[in-house]
Nanobody, 119 residues
Framework: VQLQASGGGLVQPGGSLRLSCAASGSMFSINTMGWYRQAPGKPRELVAAIGSGSRTNYADSVKGRFTISRDNDKKMVYLQMNSLKPEDTAVYYC??????????????WGQGTLVTVSS
């Protein structure tokens, strides 16, 4: 199983970016998918998560600005980021809780994509 994240880049304050993450490989089911981020010198923090039933959870710092969604057929999770602030600058990591069989599963991580918010 592999997760491939994309969509990071440089954006001005107030701008928008959309991150994507695709899961590939043999799997039985995908449960929660989401995004963490890690800024320099800070611990990794949960940004947003979405369950298999599409229930969502957001960090307080991004509520109202970020939207997480998923496409189960394509095995993808997205993070639409609007009204970006310099403090959103970080490496963003996608993850997915995947059952590779009826008895085996775990959390899988993407490689990280850098988001830089700066003028």
């Amino acid at each position: 199983v592999q997760l491939q994240a994309s969509g990071g880049g440089l954006v001005q304050p107030g701008g928008s970016l959309r991150l994507s993450c695709a899961a590939s490989g043999s799997m039985f089911s995908i449960n929660t998918m989401g995004w963490y981020r890690q800024a320099p010198g800070k611990p990794r923090e949960l940004v947003a998560a979405i369950g298999s039933g599409s229930r969502t959870n957001y960090a307080d710092s991004v509520k109202g600005r970020f939207t997480i969604s998923r496409d189960n057929d394509k095995k993808m999770v997205y993070l639409q980021m609007n009204s970006l602030k310099p403090e959103d600058t970080a490496v963003y990591y996608c993850y997915a809780d995947i059952q590779v069989s009826s008895t085996q599963g775990g959390r899988y991580w993407g490689q990280g994509t850098l988001v830089t918010v700066s003028s």
